[in-house]
């Protein structure tokens, strides 16, 4: 789903929302 370039810049997000992060990780 998330292209590897989009992990980069995601993953700070993904350490605070986890779960959320699934689609919340523009939020």
Same mark, same amino acid.
């Given at each position: =789903?998330? =292209?590897p370039k &989009?992990? &980069?810049h !995601? &993953?700070?997000h !993904? @350490?605070?929302m &986890? @779960? @959320?992060a699934k689609g919340a990780?523009?939020?």
């Open positions: =789903m998330l =292209m &989009k992990v &980069k !995601r &993953k700070h !993904r @350490g605070r &986890k @779960g @959320g990780t523009e939020v």
